[in-house]
């Protein structure tokens, strides 16, 4: 966890060091923006970037995302780019106000389907050609159904993705949740009918997906999703207009659990447990 912060935190100078190659002189007016969409049709992919089903004595459903926020993109060049030597255009502020160095979900930017997450000068952006995008999710919240003494409610689900995050406190449907602690990978809330409760997922069980993990890959319980242009995407430093990169998560059955009634009904006090929350694949285009 130590060697992952690390990795992460230092991108902040990687960025600072950027600077020094871009050039002064391109006349670029125009910006970068990123949106993020989420496509319940989308292919389910695994932590390799194949397809996958749902797994032997689980069930699942697709989520309707409410919110989502990341804390680091980055544009890869080529598949062989290691993490943290593409381009970075965002890095997510950090603390160690919970000791270990973690996310700082308190300054997080929480945004809705097809909303623009970052907005950002052309100028500042490399020039180049990039194959790949990689981009650490760190917070979704989600609605979902539970099934309770034979009746089915609308339930909020709150998932901490990111490596580390230290959380003071989060809303949940209206609900506060005192935290004021670090918490790792796969810690979430849920709520439902006002009632809430907390837990954390097996460590390693959240998935990642990663097509290029034979050439580039991340470490465990980083949340870096990684996802390919559907074209090579160059920046020259004379576009005339702004460019958009829409990042589309699949969650497609993206919430998953250990079943006890093999009905395909999410049922918590029967002891069925969420055991995967992860985000299932990520597609990236681009357009002018």
């Known amino acids: 966890m130590k060697k992952l912060a690390l990795l992460l935190s230092t991108t902040l100078l990687l ?3 950027a600077d020094d190659d871009i050039d002064d002189t391109r006349v670029t007016k125009n910006n970068l923006i990123v949106k993020i969409k989420f496509d319940e049709n989308q292919e389910r992919l695994d932590n390799l970037g194949r397809p996958s089903t749902i797994a032997e004595g689980n069930a699942a459903q697709t989520p309707t995302l409410n919110a989502f926020s990341a804390h680091y ?20 502020e950090e603390t160690t106000k919970g000791g270990d160095k973690a996310i700082d979900f308190s300054k997080a930017t929480l945004i809705k389907n097809d909303e623009t997450f970052i907005e950002i000068p052309l100028s500042e952006v490399k020039t180049g050609t990039y194959e790949w995008v990689r981009i650490s999710a760190s917070y979704q919240n ?6 309770n003494e034979g009746q089915e409610y609308d339930a909020t689900i709150a998932g901490f993705i990111g490596y580390n995050q230290y959380i003071e406190s989060f809303d949940i449907n209206g609900n506060t949740i005192e935290v004021n602690d670090n918490k790792l990978q796969g810690f979430w809330a849920f709520e439902a009918e006002g009632y809430t409760l907390t837990g954390q997922a097996p ?4 998935t990642v997906p990663n097509p290029i993990f034979e050439t580039s890959p991340i470490p465990q319980g980083s949340c870096v999703l ?6 090579s995407f160059q920046i020259t430093g004379e576009e005339t207009e702004d460019i958009v990169v829409t990042l589309s998560f699949s969650i497609n059955n993206s919430f998953e659990w250990t079943e006890v009634n ?27």
Do not use: H, W
Not at 226 to 231: L, Q, S
């Open 15 to 17: 960025i600072s060091c």
């Open 73 to 92: 993109l980055e544009l890869a060049p080529t598949a062989t780019t290691l993490l943290g030597e593409g381009t970075i255009i965002y890095q997510g």
């Open 142 to 147: 989600g609605t979902i159904k539970l099934l």
């Open 203 to 206: 460590e390693g069980a959240v």
């Open 226 to 231: 990684t996802g390919k242009f559907e074209n």
């Open 262 to 288: 093999k009905d395909g009904k999410y049922e918590p006090a029967a002891g069925e447990n969420l055991i995967d929350m992860g985000l299932r694949g990520l597609k990236v285009s681009s357009k002018e």
